[in-house]
């Protein structure tokens, strides 16, 4: 790689994407990893629903039963969800805004690296003496030495490693947002999608460090022998969770902000209409983001924390409910008046409407700490997180993957398998959820690996056991639906579904660099704009000139197996493999730092020759 | 046509029926059947709070289905739908409503939270300390000197003021039917008043993951009218005083041979023995063994038999009992009873 080489060193296959630092591939790289994580979630919720089908079922033991629960959990969450958010936000966040790239792309890839190593180190505690067991949430006591086996050493080491990246990943694109916005894109001008994924990294900026601080302190009370939680030596149980749920909650808008703004996106579309109250909708999101840092007590209002401490929290929570009931009726009203469509990724955000709303009304209940007191830790609690988070975020997941799968991969999804993945999706989800809110409130505690027969907990349990298999067909559809547009030789065009903003401006999938020529955006949906003017598409704010691109690098990718390497040493306090890991590792960063690399440049002929292809 | 409807109607009152006779679960159990003061209030503001609730979701959905149904877009139609930027009254409308939906809301939130975080003192209230074990519940009552597990004892129309705290992991003491739950935390202490408006027995669970046997951890709440419930703590005390009597039976003889010399380094009867396991003074009277089985002869046995089979990650070894020492244990722990239970 010489200092000017004006072409790019080409890698070809999996050198290619092991070194990539694009961010439509990074995208890729992130919606395939968390897909196979979210498979694997999703093995193990089946598995937990066999086991509880009938009272006294024998499918898994105890101790795997909760290795199920918490490993469902914890992929779902941090290995399945988030990514696939980062894969959206990398694959459209830069488009909306007229960028050729996110601001850090080395980084970016380090991001994705660092999430990818961690995740596949808690993952191969099932292979090394037995998976963590002390729920996501993995409360102090119960995930200390005494009381729990190796697995929590594995979600201590591999959460801090994967929330390393996911920090990293959120900075970045606080900076891209901020800094990378096309001519005229002013913050008042982006797409609600982007608006979304602005707050959510400054939710991640703020949030990632409580658990990381947790973390280290459990690493230390488990590894070296601290005590910073256990109560015989002068520890306080509480400490964890309140450093737990500092991130915790904030996590939640992490993850439902981004589907807020997907659902933002595809329903304007596919009303035709601009998103009604656009100026709210923003104010909405940014004070969802906001409260979301005041509220964490009320994961803990069965703690002991006293009727103030209670109370305040509660009434802060009842709170959100307001700037979520703005956008609830704001999508309905951006909807009035339109012209609906209804293609599978409008299904999913039509049907995302009324769950999420069933989600966030027992929010709203479970924000009463005294009939919380009921409700806590029951299955009510599981019935109503799903709701949100399945029936919210997934729903939005797969609505916005429908409708960015052309921009991503220049094919379109099949739209018959589409519809068959949603109704399956969509009625499973229902049937599995909602007699759980009964189960909890007839006094099913979560967590439990088997019911006694003969205390009215059978019917509920059966039905729900039932939605699964919806569940699962409905995803074994979409794999389905993945592959026959993966086989198909039909391309995408550049905007198949009339769209607004300036993803849709450019070819399906859009060249390396883009955008030929920046783009200029004169108003909110930047598109539209231009196609109510009659033009043909966006005018440009530069002329075609030559583009300066970041090369590849196989750094990010040795750089996060250093730590994946240490963390091994650290578990079997081998601090030779410590050593070795972390050279590599910091190794990698001298390189980094030593090493000058100063990208290349695409010429105007390239870009004419690809134009004409593409 | 008329008919169709009625059947029709018929049907859906049927299915309504069915669906809240099945839909409240165990009165023993469901914080939908509240059996005391405390779940009663709390009863009321889950109806409260769900009832807002649904109306703002029939709103929803009534504008939902209209504009899916008005607004869809037709076959041939074209021409560009008006691009409407918002509406400021609208806005203050949906801003303004569910803010004072939840003042509504507010108002008993905070004045239930505070009955609820009252602490009696014991002129007021009976005293109970609970300590939760992995798997297990130990139960004492620190004025009358009685001190019991798995089986909780209370008498009826009395308030009951718990001091909760663990031996061991966190867990949380959850009893539907009177009221919501509290944690136990390990090396502090917890709060909490109940109070059951009615005799009989409630179940209890835990509610907060402790461990592989977390789903068994469940326990009994026997109320009890007043009187008898007073007789029960004389004749505990008594019984914790006095020397045990000797049992009738030779086998029961040599059942208690065999618990002094295996099982009373864990489990007290009488006042003596340790306190790692649960106290079985009143064993014989409890509804359940190990708080998940039958209390009979047979399971009794069963769980003699392999202790880890049936609740797995307790703290009870395996003993390997023969089978006629099982015999034994089991004859003589069916002695160990202080009241005649009417059931």
Redesign the interface.
């Known amino acids: 790689m010489s200092a000017h080489a004006s072409h790019a060193p080409k890698r070809s296959g999996i050198a290619d994407w092991l070194t990539t630092v694009d961010h439509k591939k990074i995208g890729i790289l992130y919606l395939i990893a968390g897909g196979i994580f979210f498979l694997a979630g999703g093995l193990e919720a089946l598995l937990i629903r066999l086991q509880l089908m009938y009272p006294e079922l024998q499918v898994v033991g105890a101790k795997t039963f909760n290795e199920l629960i918490t490993m469902h959990g914890t992929t779902m969450i941090f290995l399945a969800a988030m990514p696939v958010i980062f894969a959206l936000m990398n694959a459209i966040v830069p488009l909306q805004i007229g960028a050729r790239d996110v601001a850090f792309p080395f980084v970016n890839a380090l991001g994705f690296w660092l999430f990818f190593f961690g995740g596949v180190l808690i993952n191969t505690s099932w292979f090394l003496g037995g998976a963590p067991d002390a729920g996501w949430t993995s409360y102090a006591t119960l995930a200390l030495n005494q009381y729990s086996g190796f697995g929590i050493d594995f979600y201590v080491l591999g959460l801090q490693i994967a929330g390393l990246g996911t920090l990293i990943g959120g900075i970045n694109f606080l900076v891209t947002i901020i800094n990378m916005r096309a001519p005229g894109m002013t913050f008042m001008r982006m797409p609600l999608f982007t608006w979304a994924s602005f707050v959510t990294s400054g939710l991640i900026l703020f949030a990632f460090p409580a658990i990381t601080v947790g973390l280290v302190l459990l690493m230390f009370d488990r590894l070296f022998g601290a005590a910073f939680f256990n109560p015989d030596a002068g520890g306080n149980v509480v400490i964890w969770q309140h450093l737990f749920w500092i991130f915790g909650h904030p996590e939640v808008y992490i993850l439902i902000l981004p589907a807020f703004g997907i659902i933002s996106e595809v329903v304007s579309t596919f009303s035709r209409k601009r998103l009604f109250g656009y100026s709210s909708m923003v104010f909405a999101t940014a004070l969802i983001g906001f409260l979301g840092f005041m509220v964490w007590a009320h994961h803990m209002f069965t703690t002991g924390m006293g009727p103030i401490a209670n109370t305040l929290f509660g009434l802060a929570t009842m709170l959100i409910a307001v700037p979520t009931g703005i956008k609830i009726f704001n999508w309905l009203l951006t909807m009035w008046g339109g012209q609906i469509r209804f293609p599978t990724a409008n299904l999913f955000a039509v049907g995302f409407i009324p769950t999420f709303t069933i989600g966030g009304m027992t929010g709203v209940m479970l924000a009463v700490p005294p009939a919380d007191y009921q409700y806590h830790d029951s299955y009510f609690v599981v019935a109503h997180f799903h709701y949100v988070i399945v029936g919210g975020l997934v729903f939005g997941l797969f609505a916005g993957l429908y409708y960015w799968w052309p921009k991503m991969f220049g094919k379109m999804l099949n739209e018959t398998l589409g519809k068959w993945n949603f109704w399956t999706f969509f009625i499973g989800f229902h049937l599995t959820f909602f007699p759980q809110h009964f189960l909890g409130l007839m006094g099913m505690p979560r967590r439990v690996f088997t019911y006694l027969a003969g205390q009215g907990l059978e019917l509920g349990n059966f039905i729900s056991t039932i939605g699964v298999f919806g569940m699962t067909i409905g995803t074994i559809l979409f794999l389905v639906n993945a592959y026959v547009s993966a086989k198909s030789s039909k391309r995408a065009p550049a905007d198949p579904w009339d769209g607004r903003t300036l993803e849709w401006s450019i070819p399906s999938p859009p060249p390396e660099y883009n955008f030929a020529q920046t783009p200029l955006v004169r108003g909110l949906d930047a598109l539209w704009v231009e196609k109510m003017a009659g033009n043909k598409g966006m005018t440009y704010a530069e002329p075609l000139g030559s583009i300066h691109m970041p090369n590849g690098s196989f750094l990010p990718f040795i750089m996060s197996l250093g730590l994946f390497i240490a963390g091994y040493g650290f578990m079997y306090h081998n601090y030779v493999v410590v050593g070795i890991g972390m050279v590599i590792t910091f190794g990698c960063m001298l390189m980094r730092s030593l090493k000058d690399d100063p990208g290349y440049h695409i010429e105007p002929d390239e870009i004419e020759e690809k134009g004409v292809k593409a | 046509m008329k008919s169709w409807q009625q059947s029709w109607r018929q049907l859906f009152l049927f299915g309504l029926l069915a669906l809240t006779l099945?839909?409240?679960?165990?009165r023993e159990?469901?914080?939908?059947q509240p059996q005391g003061p405390v779940?009663a209030?709390?009863f009321d503001?889950?109806k409260l709070?769900?009832s807002i609730?649904?109306g703002?979701?029939i709103v929803?959905?009534l504008?939902?289905t209209y504009?899916?149904i008005r607004?869809?877009?037709?076959p041939g139609?074209e021409g560009?739908?008006?691009?409407?930027?918002?509406?400021h009254t609208?806005?203050i409308i949906?801003?303004v409503i569910?803010?004072l939906l939840?003042i509504v809301?507010?108002v008993p939130?905070?004045t239930?939270?505070?009955t609820?975080?009252k602490e009696y003192n014991k002129d007021e209230a009976l005293q109970v300390r609970v300590t939760a074990h992995?798997f297990w519940w130990e139960f004492e009552y620190p004025d009358l000197g009685v001190s019991t597990a798995q089986d909780l004892v209370l008498p009826v129309n009395q308030k009951v003021q718990f001091t909760l705290t663990s031996a061991?992991?966190?867990h949380?003491f959850?009893i539907?039917?009177l009221?919501?739950?509290?944690?136990t935390?390990?090396?502090?202490e917890?709060?909490m008043w109940l109070q059951a408006d009615r005799t009989g027995v409630f179940?209890g669970?835990?509610?907060?993951?402790?461990?592989?046997?977390?789903?068994?951890m469940?326990f009994k709440v026997d109320v009890l009218e007043q009187d008898e419930f007073a007789a029960w703590a004389e004749k505990m005390k008594g019984v914790q005083s006095a020397e045990p009597a000797a049992p009738a039976s030779a086998n029961a003889v040599q059942g208690q041979q065999i618990f002094e010399k295996s099982c009373l380094g864990c489990h007290a009867v009488a006042g003596k023995g340790g306190k790692l396991g649960p106290n079985l003074t009143n064993f014989a009277d409890r509804q359940r063994v190990a708080g998940?089985m039958p209390n009979d002869a047979e399971h009794l046995a069963k769980w003699l038999r392999d202790p880890q089979k049936e609740k797995?990650?307790n703290n009870m070894p395996n003993l390997n009992l023969s089978e006629d020492q099982i015999n034994s244990l089991v004859e003589y722990m069916s002695t160990l009873k202080v009241q005649e239970i009417k059931r």
């Open positions: 099945s839909g409240c679960g165990m159990l469901s914080a939908l779940a209030m709390q503001l889950m709070s769900a609730m649904i703002v979701f929803v959905m504008i939902l504009v899916l607004y869809r877009k037709r139609q560009i739908p008006k691009q409407v930027e918002g509406s609208l806005e949906w801003t569910p803010f939840l809301m507010a939130t905070v239930t939270g505070f609820l975080g992995q061991d992991v966190m949380a959850w539907p039917a009221g919501g739950k509290i944690d935390n390990p090396g502090l917890n709060k179940y669970k835990c509610a907060e993951l402790c461990g592989a046997s977390h789903a068994l469940d998940i797995p990650g």
